[in-house]
């Protein structure tokens, strides 16, 4: 259990799932759709949904490339993290607002697989919190012409390589959306 004291709630994050960042993305319909599967489920058993934007010189803000893509709708009442690096704990309020909520588990869905939801999954476990990577809920563009591997076998390792990240009195793991438990 997470190592973070009165804390035994679980959140749905949802990270940078905008359409400059997820427009050319591996499997984007799919993963969209599984996001919003785990949206409503959340929704439904009262787990808090916290969105996460993400800004910079390619998604400025307010430009159609920094907003959400059209299929996921924010409800006023879910909280929105703006934040301008990779780890989503980094120089924004998502500690307090995880805070307030009493979460020390976290569920992680979004883009970009190789950027900010590893980066988010590790700030979250160095934190102290629980961290489950929905593995058929996150994606990542074609990286191949800078020397990556394919998107989806970035995607696979990141789920392989989740599976089996532990640290002292915290869980992590990698899961499937129709296995999602909050």
Not at 19 to 25: A, F, K, T
Not at 145 to 167: D, F
């Amino acid at each position: 259990m997470t190592t973070l004291q009165n804390r035994p709630n679980t959140a749905l994050l949802i990270v940078d799932v905008q359409n400059g960042v997820v427009d050319s993305s591996h499997n984007r319909d799919e993963v969209i759709a599984n996001i919003n599967t785990l949206l409503t489920k959340a929704r439904s058993e009262a787990v808090p949904v916290v969105w996460i934007q993400h800004s910079s010189d390619e998604l400025k803000p307010d430009s159609a490339p920094w907003q959400w893509v059209p299929e996921l709708i924010r409800e006023a009442a879910e909280p929105l993290v703006h934040k301008r690096y990779g780890d989503s704990f980094e120089d924004t309020e998502l500690e307090s607002v995880l805070a307030e909520r009493g979460v020390g588990h976290v569920v992680v869905t979004g883009a970009q697989t190789d950027a900010c939801i590893r980066s988010t999954l590790h700030g979250a476990v160095a934190r102290g919190y629980d961290a489950t990577l929905v593995g058929d809920a996150h994606t990542t563009e074609n990286l191949t012409e800078y020397g990556a591997p394919a998107p989806e076998l970035v995607i696979s390792h990141t789920n392989m390589y989740w599976s089996w990240q532990e640290a002292p009195g915290r869980k992590a793991g990698t899961t499937d959306t129709a296995d999602v438990t909050f």
